[in-house]
């Protein structure tokens, strides 16, 4: 069986009905009730396929899902998708999705088998599947089950991992630093140590509401992190496992970086390439003006990140020094979706 359950939040129809006899309540979302019932009903061995919300895999929130979906599935295939630049489904916008399929039955070693997170033009929508490859995923996180189908990903993914310190230990509440980061990526992350320009006719100037702020002790600290958040590192990082379009405090708490054990020479390495950085971002930047029907007239400057690409490649260099990669996968990572990325016009990034 195939099935596509609704994407309802538990909250909007609670009022008309109440689920009893869930494990995965918490979740808060209808379809993910359906697939555990799915799960009671149909017989071992069964196997059964839904198209579900990408973030099903990605998201604290849906952690006991997660948990349901593998004590119940002996071996589960899960394919994730993006929206952009084709679409899945004509019509719908923001519908990331995975695909996934599983043999039903109780088992305390499931067998997880994932995709990449894939890109495709609309034209090879119909030959699409046929292409997918997966790789036993060995590094399933909390509340995780990450977007690879490599092995040199799994290799990555383990040296950043065993760094035992995580990017939230070295923030501050009222730290002097300040870094700025976009919080709606598309193919980069932006961050800088600088107050991108933003106006509007309704509150003048002001700190876009996209833009939030880290604070640190001290100027190298922050410029290590203005480099490591600019990395395609970080990307990657960032892509493999969340929902692909909200940059949140999670990823970068938890991305694994040490600190006190980098050398002094990559410490101000990566501190000199984030100045670099941010004066090549301000070069290319463009002052835009727009209207919106909330906020009537908005000035910002729009960033091309894109055009630094020379200068983020320099950063993982330096970074996967640090973390002891190959040269195979440093190559990995600076030609990390590459075609995307640097594909077809210079796209902007709004402030």
Not at 69 to 88: E, M
Not at 320 to 333: N, R, S, V
Request: aromatic share 14%; glycine share 4%; hydrophobic share 35%.
């Amino acid at each position: 069986m195939f099935g596509n359950p609704p994407y309802v939040k538990y909250s909007k129809v609670k009022g008309i009905y109440t689920v009893n006899n869930i494990k995965c309540l918490s979740s808060g979302n209808l379809y993910s009730f359906i697939i555990e019932r799915t799960f009671s009903i149909v017989k071992q061995q069964s196997r059964i396929g839904m198209i579900i919300q990408l973030s099903a895999f990605c998201t604290p929130r849906m952690l006991s899902f997660q948990e349901q979906w593998l004590l119940n599935s002996t071996q589960s295939y899960i394919s994730f998708f993006d929206d952009r630049p084709g679409k899945l489904f004509d019509g719908l916008e923001h519908i990331r999705v995975a695909i996934c399929i599983n043999e039903v039955g109780k088992n305390t070693t499931s067998n997880t088998f994932t995709t990449n997170y894939i890109k495709f033009p609309s034209e090879t929508r119909s030959f699409l599947f046929e292409n997918n490859t997966y790789i036993k995923n060995n590094c399933l996180l909390s509340n995780v089950i990450p977007k690879i189908n490599k092995k040199t990903e799994q290799n990555i993914l383990s040296k950043l991992l065993s760094n035992k310190k995580q990017l939230a230990e070295y923030f501050v509440e009222t730290g002097k630093f300040t870094l700025f980061f976009h919080n709606a990526p598309q193919y980069f992350i932006r961050a800088h140590s600088f107050s991108p320009y933003f106006w509007n006719e309704k509150d003048g100037e002001k700190i876009s509401v996209q833009n939030k702020q880290l604070k640190f002790t001290t100027e190298i600290d922050r410029n290590i992190v203005v480099s490591v958040l600019s990395s395609t590192i970080f990307l990657f990082w960032f892509i493999i496992q969340s929902d692909c379009r909200h940059l949140n405090m999670k990823e970068i708490n938890e991305f694994p970086l040490n600190m006190d054990k980098m050398d002094t020479d990559i410490k101000s390495l990566l501190s000199g390439l984030a100045k670099k950085l941010e004066k090549d971002l301000k070069k290319n930047s463009y002052r835009k003006e727009s209207n919106y029907k909330a906020t009537g007239k908005v000035i910002y400057d729009e960033f091309y990140p894109k055009k630094s690409k020379s200068i983020i490649d320099e950063i993982d260099k330096v970074l996967a020094q640090h973390y002891g990669f190959t040269d195979e996968e440093l190559d990995f990572i600076v030609n990390y979706d590459i075609k995307y990325r640097m594909g077809g016009e210079l796209e902007g990034e709004e402030n």
